[in-house]
């Protein structure tokens, strides 16, 4: 596939980094705004495709991209259920809320609820992973068989 | 420490490890799926001595406040435990016989992923207290089983699964809409708690239509007869191992299980005076009609895929006829079929991989060339046919008798014809697969690796031993508890809420 | 009431889709017609009248809340409904690559 005009590509330059932030925003924001891992994951998600669409994906080794993308999938259910697991074993119950238990936090601040942020930063790698390999399967590599 | 929620953590975990360490140790997947499968029939096994008891367990410790939960609830009670049993236990078989069969496909961890995360979804269907993780469980079983069907990407696979996801969505679509009628209804979605609520109000114009909602919805995903268009592409479509699965464990997890829970405890099948009357008839109309289209298939997997509707008919019938006796007969039933045909697919596995033909018309005197697969296939056909002493013989007698005994000789008459179509395609199946004159393309053919006639002689051997689930003690361990969780109907809220 | 019939019309439309329609891709879309009009039913049997969003502090007391329970489980469903929109869509692909069609009569093999 090939990339697009040096417009686009200047004026997605610029983009993406604000993007990538507001999704790491909402992502960790999750337990007190609106969104959380998934709506977060999808923004992260999106800056990568924003990426790939600008600049084509020609010098990209495909292969390698999609391993990384099952790779970090992997790590992030992996996390997730890590955070379940750790309440199992501080606190006897899966998914045990241990440290909001013992360090509630005030309400509306940044830390706390305890492992709630934590599992949302897991969801929001695993949802940013899955959905860029589900981009790469169905967009990058139809194209490429094609041209 | 408690043990319920592993039984959803273990695979879940598995399903995303085995890709990462697939990915630097060629081979470890068959290893470690194996262990995990065969870890959770041993976890299983060590349930059944407290089936008799409900075990409830809240996730996060969110107990429930003035007896209303308001937190994740997981229920192990009789009826869990059998399914429990029935899944994991056919799950062991079916990946040891992947282990073999699935070489000859590519990208065997990604199987191994997908096969993990089906059977995460199924038990956690099993052991879901409430309708909002019961639908999550479900839709995971069935994304994972969509990909498994096509997993060998030929256009057949392919058009197949996608038959099968547009009704299975559109199932789920039904299943979903019925959920948020039911919680406008109920305020709540747990299960207990809402049958407290519907046995306070009563009948009204919204459960009658999350009824049928529910009873469309889960009748897609179990292939009763109206709606069972996909079964037949579907289920022959798929890799051997996990054909077996589906009609062995799935159509009875995602339909029969689902129906029974939420028919039987939360509505209350007295509840609807005509919920009886739809389910013998649904049971009915597949009963037979399975039995006469499976009669004149060509095609060895598909004729067993008729037969799996037709099997079905039998259970949702017994259970239609919600007497203590009929319950027991469908359970047993449930757990005959579930043996049998997953034996007798991976049987077809096992021909399709010596000889690559399914076409029955082709294939005929495989006994002397495969004793092993013909010799287990021939001991399912005759026990899914009725024939005494064997398992399936007694869960039919029980099926009719207790259809007698409910005041509908007729129908239970009709249960005998099909009994007696049955007989005649399992006959048709042997003679043109097993006996008769061998074909002069497959003299070379010679019987399956030994990895895969293992789980064939160990689902044999269970097959033939299931007739001793009716001894006194055994069926005190096993059936008794799941009787009394369903005959009990709507006292399940006491036993999870307790008071 | 009014806004109930509104997203069970658009849930038909959706299965008219599904079940009408020759186009894989336009079954995909009904499909997807279908689920969003179930997740708006569904958001909408939690609404409140005036509710605002429902955050339990201490300084907070008789304010209405919207029901969040059938938000969660519409966040959920959406997450479902986009693995089995991009399954659904993948295949749609594949059997294209086999094809070179989308039409449904086209590429029937299978009976019954």
């Not at chain 3, 659904?88 to 086209?106: C, G, M």
């Amino acid at each position: 596939m090939k990339g697009m005009t040096v417009i686009v590509k200047k004026i997605s330059q610029l983009m993406v980094p604000s993007i990538f932030l507001l999704g790491l925003y909402v992502v960790v924001h999750g337990h007190l705004t609106p969104g959380g891992g998934f709506a977060g994951g999808v923004l992260l998600v999106g800056c990568f495709v924003l990426q790939i669409l600008a600049y084509g994906s020609d010098e990209v080794r495909n292969d390698l991209k999609k391993w990384r993308a099952s790779l970090s999938e992997s790590i992030g259910i992996v996390l997730f259920l890590f955070i379940a697991l750790l309440g199992l074993f501080q606190g006897g119950v899966f998914f045990y809320n241990t440290i909001a238990r013992a360090h509630p936090g005030s309400a509306l601040d940044l830390f706390s609820a305890g492992l709630i942020p934590l599992s949302n930063l897991a969801i929001g790698i695993e949802v940013a992973a899955a959905l860029f390999a589900i981009f790469l399967t169905l967009a990058v590599f139809r194209m490429e068989k094609h041209t | 420490m408690n043990w319920i929620p592993a039984f959803v953590a273990i695979p879940l975990g598995a399903a995303f490890l085995i890709p990462l360490i697939e990915h630097w140790i060629k081979g470890s997947s068959d290893f470690l799926t194996n262990a995990v499968t065969a870890f959770l029939m041993g976890l299983t096994l060590s349930f059944i001595h407290q089936a008799a008891q409900t075990q409830v367990y809240f996730v996060g410790g969110w107990e429930p406040a003035e007896g209303i939960p308001f937190g994740i609830a997981l229920v192990v009670d009789g009826l869990s435990v059998l399914m429990l049993l029935v899944v994991n236990s056919i799950a062991f078989f079916a990946t040891l016989y992947s282990v073999k069969y699935m070489a000859r496909y590519t990208d065997k961890g990604k199987f191994f992923t997908l096969f993990m995360l089906m059977l995460a979804g199924m038990n956690g269907v099993v052991i879901a207290g409430d309708l909002f993780n019961m639908f999550v469980f479900l839709e995971i079983t069935a994304i994972a089983s969509y990909a498994l069907v096509a997993f060998g990407i030929g256009s057949e696979e392919l058009e197949a699964s996608f038959k099968y996801q547009v009704l299975g969505g559109t199932a789920s679509a039904l299943v979903l809409f019925g959920i948020a009628i039911f919680y406008m209804m109920t305020k709540t979605l747990n299960f207990a708690d809402a049958s407290r609520v519907i046995a306070a109000t009563g009948v009204t114009p919204a459960l009658l239509f999350v009824s049928v909602l529910f009873l469309v919805g889960f009748g897609l995903k179990s292939a009763l007869m109206p709606f069972h268009a996909w079964l037949p592409d579907a289920h022959p479509s798929a890799p051997a191992p996990i054909s077996a699965m589906l009609s062995g464990v799935v159509i009875k997890v995602l339909g029969v299980y689902t129906l029974v829970r939420i028919f039987f405890n939360v509505i209350g099948i007295g509840t609807i005076p005509a919920l009886k009357t739809v389910l013998l008839s649904l049971g009915v109309i597949s009963m037979v009609a399975g039995a006469f289209l499976a009669l004149g298939q060509q095609d060895m997997k598909r004729l067993l895929a008729y037969s799996s509707i037709s099997q079905v008919g039998y259970i949702i019938f017994a259970f239609g006829l919600g007497t203590e006796l009929g319950i027991l007969g469908g359970l047993f039933h449930l757990m005959n079929h579930s043996v049998l045909k997953s034996l007798l697919f991976l049987n077809s596995g096992a021909v399709v991989y010596e000889t690559e033909s399914r076409d029955m018309e082709k294939l005929g005197g495989l006994m002397h060339k495969m004793p092993v697969t013909g010799t287990t296939s021939m001991i399912a056909s005759l026990s899914m046919s009725g024939l005494p002493p064997l398992g399936g013989f007694f869960s039919k007698l029980i099926i009719i008798w207790a259809s007698i005994d409910a005041g509908y000789p007729l129908l239970g008459a009709v249960a005998v014809i099909a009994s007696i179509v049955t007989l005649a395609y399992y006959f048709k199946l042997q003679k043109e697969v097993f006996l008769g004159k061998l074909a002069d393309a497959f003299q070379k053919a010679k019987e399956a690796p030994v990895l895969m006639c293992i789980p064939m002689i160990c689902l044999a051997i269970i097959s033939v031993g299931l007739g001793l689930l009716l001894l006194d003690p055994v069926r005190e361990m096993v059936l008794t508890p799941a009787v009394h969780v369903i005959q009990g109907g709507v006292d399940y809220a006491r036993m999870v809420l307790g008071g | 009431m009014t806004v109930f019939i509104l997203s069970v019309i658009l849930f038909l439309i959706g299965l008219y889709g599904v079940l009408v329609k020759r186009n894989l891709i336009k079954i995909a879309l009904g499909f997807m017609i279908m689920e969003y009009a179930i997740n708006l039913l569904f958001v909408l049997i939690g609404y409140r009248a005036g509710g605002t969003a429902p955050i339990f502090t201490q300084d907070v007391s008789g304010q209405i809340f919207v029901d969040p329970l059938p938000q969660a489980l519409v966040l959920t469903a959406i997450v479902i409904g986009l693995g089995t929109t991009a399954l659904l869509v993948s295949f749609a692909v594949r059997i294209y690559q086999k094809y070179e069609s989308f039409d449904i009569r086209k590429i029937r093999e299978l009976r019954g």
